[in-house]
Nanobody, 122 residues
Framework: QVQLVESGGGLVQAGGSLKLSCEVSGSRYKIDNMAWYRQAPGKERELVASITSSGSTDYSDSVKGRFTISRDSPKNTAYLQMNRLKPEDTGVYYC????????????????WGKGTLVTVSS
């Protein structure tokens, strides 16, 4: 059974930093794309940052220059370093990974974590 465990969330003042981790366990297939999403209260879930297995990254405009996504592929772990945090960064942060080579019709599987809460006070 594949599991994603996010950690590193918490309460921080505006201008501060946090580092989130997403560890994948129990996977028997290749972990391809890894991404962080967030959902603020009353809003839809949105993509924050993503990283491919080759290390290519993509960021939402709202976090470019402040957040950095990285991964340790042998450990099946993704990270999100968040600097210069703003109150509008508050929300539940979810990790999403895509497994490829899965013996299914689609050939891949999308897995979500349960989320970790980030609260940025003004």
């Amino acid at each position: 059974q594949v599991q994603l465990v996010e950690s590193g969330g918490g309460l921080v003042q505006a201008g501060g930093s946090l580092k989130l981790s997403c560890e994948v366990s129990g996977s028997r297939y290749k972990i391809d794309n890894m991404a962080w999403y967030r959902q603020a209260p009353g809003k839809e879930r949105e993509l924050v940052a993503s990283i491919t297995s080759s290390g290519s990254t993509d960021y939402s405009d709202s976090v470019k220059g402040r957040f950095t996504i990285s991964r340790d592929s042998p450990k099946n772990t993704a990270y999100l370093q968040m600097n210069r945090l703003k109150p509008e960064d508050t929300g539940v942060y979810y990790c999403k990974v895509v497994q490829t080579g899965v013996p299914s019709i689609a050939g891949f599987q999308v897995i979500w974590g349960k989320g970790t809460l980030v609260t940025v006070s003004s």
